[in-house]
Structures are given as structure tokens and as C-alpha cells.
């Protein structure tokens, strides 16, 4: 009675996960809580008499290391965000065309795949995640259609070798300690390859096609992407576009927006510029997108409260139909205008003698305390939602060597995952390459709830002999068709398994089973080991199964949904494969 109860809670649950129609979690928190009622009304109890899964088993996913480890490393990512530390990296490729961008995600991607199989999974998604989101963000796919492409690759790179996962290490000491079979370091890497370069092939290629949301096309922290507005730079003595000489009749350092005129002393020149070299104390005006303007104008942030913000003028406003008059305005609001956007096209000409209309909306720069007192003035509406601090760059060299040290600790194995990533966060907040506010945005409730409600449903299934009953009733039903089928079979289970506990518990689970089927067979236990292996690793169609999906579920704005779609077709694609390459490699 109670297996068959945990069963329906948990269909119910993850019916409910993938329908999307209700958050994630909400059905996380019901789900936790049916169980905890259910349990404590009809308890599982071990001969001593005590409640297999009471409050503290059930709730033990709140203290989990895998969920501690993934909220660190966020707060990690999130202080290379602020700091800006990243922003070398796509503004060296500023001026590539858009093919070679592509070419560049396309060598990171298939370089975490390779690397995975030689380091733990984890540090290599989270040295990635800010680059793969960086270039895509900037260069067309967004984050969203290829942050689930880079954890599924690094999972399939985990295939090839002994250390390329921690559940090929877990299947190989338990085999050891309970046979006389010990898997080396490469002694399924030709099968393993095989299945990683299948996989590759369909998760670039395909994977980023299936992701094809809307909202997953840009980056969630985006306000108002594509909105241009009017900015300015003035090249003082150390400017680094100071002497730079115009190409094609284009800036190679401004390729990205559009230049509408540099004024030197009294002379306006306007496009094309031909052979035109930028001088000191010019005025470069040019039309570009908020992210484009920020990086371009120098913003001389002060310390980490400098804050972002865009006001609309408002109706009958006093600043309506007068020019900009940049220092007035700073007198009285403590602000700076950085650009000036509107609906309708601006003539060209400079930007302090265009006449201001209601409508307009102002970006503009100042201390957290300004922004807020902008609220209050009857003349400017500052919109909900623009509101942003900007990067302290000062502190970007910080912030990376902050990450580097958190991934190579661990992936040398010098301290456990979890010790560096907690150790990093608080770096980071130490140092101020963010503050407390900004690493509580970091953290992402669904992933908590998720992680919470994964491990409790986990645990019922195993204490109620749920996932026992599972793993008999379809491998043995089985084993009577003989070698090839049963082994097609038994990597399904594992794989359909793997996605609903965890990988580790599902190969703990299946090892003992697959051994025990191959001596009752009276064959070698080798391909059945290695099918446990590449199907526990085939943790595609969930963000449950495997810690690296979680880590990209909040930075990717990914749904439940979203993992079964791109996921679902690859589980079964590895599985065929298996299947049909078994027979000639085993020789069954």
C-alpha cells in the first residue's frame, strides 16, 4: 500500500512538473508535504520501530551538499556579473562577424565535452556557464538556447573515461568490493566515445532547435532589449578610442551601434567617415542598445551602490519641449543622463540641442539613494523593472581569480565541490565584487524547492521498495529473450530511473541487479556494468538527475518542460545506440 501511494504521489508530481500550468514550486512544496502527511500517518519502520521516513529524511534535501553547492556557485556567477569580470572576453570578439562568434560557442561547447571527461562535470559547466551566456547573449541564440546544450555535453564527455563522472567511479568501487572485476581508467572509452559523439552530433544540432521559447531567445535580465538610446563619449587625454582611424566608413571599436556624427571643437562630421581619426576632446554621439551604451560610456561608478535606471518624462513635465542641459540636471537630481531614447526617430544633430518631448525616457546613472528620490519627482517616471546597479569593474580581476581558484580546487580534488564554492561566495562578498542584495537575487527558490521535493520523492521510492520492485519486475521479466534484450532493457530502466532519483542512487541501485543477472546468464557481468554506467549518466530529461542541469536552470530561465523536450529524444537516442552497438562490441 504504501509503494503503490508513493507511486501515485510521485506521477502526480512530475504530471504536474511537465504540464507547466502550475509554478514549480508550488507542486514542489505540495509534493513535499503530501509525503510528509502521508508518512506520518503511515509510517515505514525499520525493526528498531523507527519511521524510515520521517520529517528528518524527507526534509534532509533542504541540507543537501548538491543544492549548498549549486546556490554557492551561483552567488560565484553572480559576482562575475556585477563585477564585469567577463566582459574582456566578448569585447575581444566584438568585431567578429557573427559566423565566427557561432564557430567559437560551437569549440567552448565541444571543449567542455572533452575536458568533462578528464575533471569532474560540475567545475567545468560552471567555468563555461558565464562565457557560453556571455557570447550567446551578445552574438544571437541567447543563453536560454544553449546553457541545457553545455551541461547535456559535459555529461556525455563524462562517458568516456573512469574519472569522468563520480557515478562511473561509484559503479566501479562497488564492483570491485563485490566481484573480482576491476574497471580500468580507459576500459570503456571506444564505447563511451561512440555514444558522446552521437549524442554531440543531436545536442548541436538539435538541442538548441528545440529550445525555441521566446522567452529563453534572450537574457531574462534584460529590460527592454533592442530599445537604442542617444549616448556621447568624450575622449579625454588616456581614451582607449583615442586615435583610432575609421574603416569602410566605420569605427572598428563602435562596429556594434551606430555613430550619427563626431563633433570636434566647432565642426560637425557626420557619416560616412572616411579616413577619419578620432582626436583628442572629440564628442563621438552615436545610437545604441542600454548594454551597448553602458560599455561604452564611462560611467565612473562609485563603489558598489551606483545604480541604473530609466525615467520616462512625464506629461506637462518642466523638462517638456526645452534642450538637455546635462549639468543642470545633475545639480538638481544627483543624477547623470547617460542616453535619450524616443518612440519616434530624432533628427541628427548633437544631443543637447534636441528639444525634449513628454515621452522620452532618460538613462541615468546615480547612487542607490538618487535613484530612489527619482521616484518622488513629479517630472520623471522611473520605470518599473529598469532599475540596475552597474559593474564595479575595479574589482573584475578579483572576481576572476576568485572563480578560477574556486574551479581548480575542485577539479583537482585539493578540497570537496561544496568547501570551494562556499568558500568562493563568501570571497566574493568580502571583497565587494557584490553585495548581500545582489547575491540573494542570485539564488533561485525554484531550484531549492526542486532539489527538496527530488530528494524526498528519492527517498520514498527506495524505502517503500518502490524502485526495487521497478528494477525486477521490467529487467527479469526480460531475461528469458535473452542477452541483447535483457541489456537493452535493463539500460531503459536505468535510464528512465536515473531522471526521476539521481544518478548515483540509481546506479548504487542497479549494480548488485546487473551482476546478479549476468551470473544467472552465465556471461561476462562486463556489458551489463557498462550499460549501468552509460544509462545513470543519461540523465537528459530532467533537471533532477544530474547537478549540472540544476546549475543551468536559473542562469537559462528553463522550465520542467524544457529538459523533457530537448532531453527526452536524446535518452532514447543513446539507448538505441547502446542497443544496436552492444551486440558487435560485447560480441553477445
Request: aromatic share 8%; glycine share 8%; hydrophobic share 55%.
Amino acid at each position: 500500500m504504501q509503494m503503490w501511494m508513493t507511486f501515485a504521489i510521485i506521477a502526480t508530481a512530475i504530471v504536474l512538473f511537465a504540464s507547466d500550468w502550475i509554478e514549480l514550486e508550488v507542486v514542489s512544496l505540495v509534493t513535499i508535504s503530501a509525503l510528509l502527511i502521508y508518512f506520518q500517518l503511515v509510517p515505514v519502520l525499520d525493526p528498531a520501530g523507527n519511521n524510515l521516513l520521517g520529517p528528518e529524511t524527507l526534509l534532509s534535501g533542504f541540507a543537501n551538499t548538491a543544492l549548498i553547492t549549486i546556490l554557492a556557485l551561483l552567488v560565484v556567477g553572480q559576482g562575475l556579473h556585477q563585477s564585469g569580470a567577463l566582459d574582456g572576453v566578448t569585447q575581444i570578439l566584438s568585431t567578429a562577424r557573427r559566423s565566427r562568434a557561432k564557430i567559437i560557442i560551437w569549440f567552448c561547447l565541444i571543449g567542455a565535452g572533452i575536458m568533462s571527461a578528464f575533471l569532474n562535470n560540475t567545475p567545468v559547466v560552471v567555468m563555461f556557464i558565464p562565457i557560453i551566456a556571455a557570447l550567446a547573449n551578445r552574438y544571437g541564440p541567447g543563453a536560454g538556447r544553449l546553457l541545457i546544450p553545455l551541461s547535456y555535453i559535459t555529461i556525455l564527455g563524462g562517458m568516456m573515461t573512469l574519472v569522468g563522472s563520480s557515478t562511473n567511479l561509484l559503479v566501479a568501487g562497488l564492483v570491485d568490493k563485490t566481484t573480482n572485476l576491476k574497471i580500468g581508467f580507459f576500459d570503456f572509452f571506444v564505447p563511451g566515445i561512440i555514444l558522446a559523439t552521437i549524442g554531440a552530433v543531436y545536442v548541436l544540432a538539435v538541442v538548441p532547435l528545440a529550445l525555441n521559447r521566446p522567452s529563453l531567445k534572450i537574457s531574462r535580465h534584460k529590460f527592454r532589449s533592442g530599445v537604442q538610446f542617444l549616448a556621447r563619449i568624450e575622449l579625454h587625454r588616456h581614451h582607449k578610442f583615442l586615435g583610432e582611424v575609421s574603416r569602410g566608413g566605420m569605427f572598428p571599436s563602435l562596429r556594434g551601434v551606430t555613430v550619427r556624427l563626431v563633433k570636434r571643437g566647432e565642426r560637425i562630421i557626420l557619416p560616412p567617415f572616411d579616413g577619419v581619426t578620432l582626436q583628442l576632446d572629440d564628442i563621438v554621439q552615436f545610437a545604441g542598445t542600454r548594454e551597448q551604451v553602458t560599455e561604452l560610456v564611462d560611467l565612473n561608478p562609485q563603489g558598489e551602490h551606483q545604480m541604473l535606471a530609466e525615467a520616462a518624462i512625464a506629461p506637462a513635465s518642466r523638462l517638456g519641449w526645452r534642450n538637455i542641459v546635462d549639468e543642470e540636471f545633475t545639480d538638481q537630481t544627483g543624477c547623470f543622463i547617460v542616453g535619450i531614447q524616443r518612440h519616434k526617430r530624432m533628427k541628427r544633430d548633437l544631443r543637447d540641442k534636441i528639444r525634449l518631448r513628454p515621452g522620452d525616457v532618460f538613462l541615468i546613472a546615480g547612487t542607490r539613494a538618487n535613484i530612489r528620490n527619482l521616484r518622488l519627482d513629479r517630472d520623471l517616471m522611473v520605470l518599473e523593472g529598469s532599475v540596475s546597479t552597474i559593474s564595479s569593474f575595479t574589482k573584475a580581476n578579483l572576481a576572476l581569480m576568485i572563480f578560477a581558484a574556486v574551479v581548480f580546487s575542485a577539479a583537482i580534488g585539493l578540497v570537496p565541490i561544496v568547501i570551494s564554492a562556499i568558500v568562493g561566495a563568501l570571497a566574493m562578498l568580502l571583497s565587494g565584487c557584490l553585495n548581500i542584495l545582489q547575491a540573494a537575487r542570485a539564488i533561485d527558490r525554484r531550484i531549492v524547492l526542486l532539489i527538496a521535493a527530488s530528494i524526498a520523492m528519492a527517498a520514498a521510492l527506495e524505502n517503500t521498495g518502490g524502485a526495487a520492485y521497478l528494477a525486477g519486475i521490467i529487467v527479469e521479466q526480460l531475461a528469458s529473450f535473452g542477452p541483447v534484450v535483457t541489456l537493452s532493457a535493463l539500460f531503459l530502466t536505468v535510464a528512465i530511473l536515473t531522471n526521476l532519483l539521481s544518478n548515483n542512487a540509481t546506479a548504487l541501485l542497479f549494480t548488485p541487479i546487473a551482476i546478479g543477472i549476468a551470473a544467472s546468464m552465465e556471461i561476462s557481468p562486463l556489458p551489463f556494468i557498462h550499460a549501468v554506467i552509460f544509462a545513470a549518466n543519461c540523465s537528459f530529461a530532467s533537471p533532477l538527475g544530474y547537478q549540472t542541469n540544476l546549475l543551468v536552470m536559473g542562469p537559462g530561465n528553463y522550465r520542467f518542460t524544457d529538459y523533457i523536450r530537448a532531453g527526452g529524444p536524446l535518452v532514447l537516442l543513446i539507448w538505441l545506440s547502446f542497443t544496436l552497438m552492444a551486440p558487435w562490441y560485447y560480441a553477445l
